[in-house]
Each structure stands twice: as C-alpha cells, then as structure tokens.
C-alpha cells in the first residue's frame, strides 16, 4: 500500500478451529487433512472504524499457514525433524530422510467472499489441504502479507501485515488415530458457495475395518465434480 492511504488495522480471527490430524509417511495411503478446515477471517479496518472490504481495496493479499510448537513461541524447526523411507518386512532397512517442511499440502491461500454461518458476508482463507509429516501438540500461525501489484507474483516483494495463532491440535500416529467426524456446519456452508472442503455427512469413527472406512461417504462442491 502506498503511504498516501490512511493506516489500516488488519483483523485476524480464527472462525473455525483446527483440531486434530494422522501423521503422514510416504508409505501410507491414506493421508488426512487437518480438521476441520481452519478458516481465518479478516477484517480491515479504517481509522473511522469503517470497514474496507479486501476485495474492494485493488489489492493482493495471500496468507501462510506454518507449525508452531505447542507453546506457540517458536515455530518447528525442521532441522530437528526427518522422514522414514523404504525397509522391508521385517522392518530393518530404513532410512531417515530431512524433511523441508512439517507441512505437506497447501500451505498458502488466497481470500474468499462468502457468507457465514450468520448469512453475514465475511472475508476468508480457508486451508482445506494441510497435512502434517510429524505427530505431537502443535499450533498453526497464519500469516497475511500484502502482495504488491506486478507483472509477476514470484518476482514481487511482500510486506507482512497480521497474523493469529491457533489453539492446540494434535496430530496422531495412526494406532492413535481417533476417527473421523461429521463436518461442521460452518465447512458444509462454505463447501456450497464453492470452497472445495471435502464433506463428510456420516459421523462414523475411523478404524482399521476397511469396511467401516470405506463407508465414510465424502461429497464435494459441484465444482469439484466437475473439474
């Protein structure tokens, strides 16, 4: 933004809470995605305590979603952290691997207009497809940075203006691994207006009876069927 604008105070609020995952491996078929979906809503605010509405502001914006530790001090260093691949049967023959980031999946959004639970229109990011190579208690940080205009995003500058932390989630190994839930009212309403979250409609807890597993019936947007 430039200095000719009056200052504007950049709201970030968690609408929907992360709350748990399963650890991913690159062995594993069934990777799980952070749920439920985090969604971040933002709010700017002008000094008249007006409202701007981001999509009307002429600007870009993009958020980041990143692991913080469980104290949400300081975010997982992935020196500390490695990936275990190949082996047999018997199980020897592993090897571990560094991993670049805890995160697999989309770790950047960009905003959405929707209404929420309240038919309000409301500004969001939304993470449907975060997963974790690491179990243990975590916390998600959420980044918004103001992306100047340009020919081309990559080779444009940012400017960090907000961000929120989440509360406590836990990712699962996959003998701890709890089960899976109905979706929220809040991931059905946005998976309607377009939001491609997978919807689960059946709340069944997920164990290693393939049956039981294969009939958790999972629906997404039009959209996405048709893609």
């Not at 949400?72 to 260093?77: C, I, K, L, T």
């Not at 229109?121 to 497809?129: A, R």
């Not at 393939?210 to 893609?227: C, F, K, L, T, V």
Request: hydrophobic share 30%; proline share 7%.
């Amino acid at each position: 933004m430039t200095n000719d604008n009056p200052p504007i105070e950049y709201q970030l609020t968690i609408i929907q809470q992360p709350e748990l995952s399963m650890v991913i491996s690159s062995s594993q078929r069934d990777r799980r995605c952070i749920e439920p979906c985090p969604v971040i809503q933002v709010q700017m605010i002008r000094p008249d305590r007006t409202e701007v509405d981001i999509s009307d502001a002429g600007e870009e914006y993009v958020m980041c979603a990143q692991l913080y530790k469980e104290n949400g001090e300081e975010p997982v260093d992935t020196a500390e952290i490695s990936m275990t691949v190949g082996g047999d049967q018997q199980g020897t023959n592993f090897v571990k691997m560094p991993l670049k980031s805890p995160l697999s999946g989309t770790t950047l959004s960009s905003h959405n207009r929707v209404k929420a639970l309240s038919d309000e229109p409301v500004t969001v990011f939304c993470f449907p497809d975060l997963r974790s190579w690491i179990d243990g208690r975590f916390r998600l940080r959420f980044a918004l940075f103001y992306l100047p205009k340009g020919d081309s995003p990559l080779s444009r500058p940012t400017s960090f203006m907000a961000s929120v932390m989440s509360d406590k989630l836990t990712i699962y190994t996959q003998k701890e691994f709890p089960g899976v839930y109905e979706s929220t009212p809040l991931s059905k309403k946005l998976n309607k207006q377009g939001i491609l979250i997978p919807i689960r409609n059946r709340n069944r807890l997920r164990n290693n009876d393939e049956e039981s597993s294969a009939n958790i019936e999972i629906e997404y947007s039009d959209q996405d069927q048709d893609a």
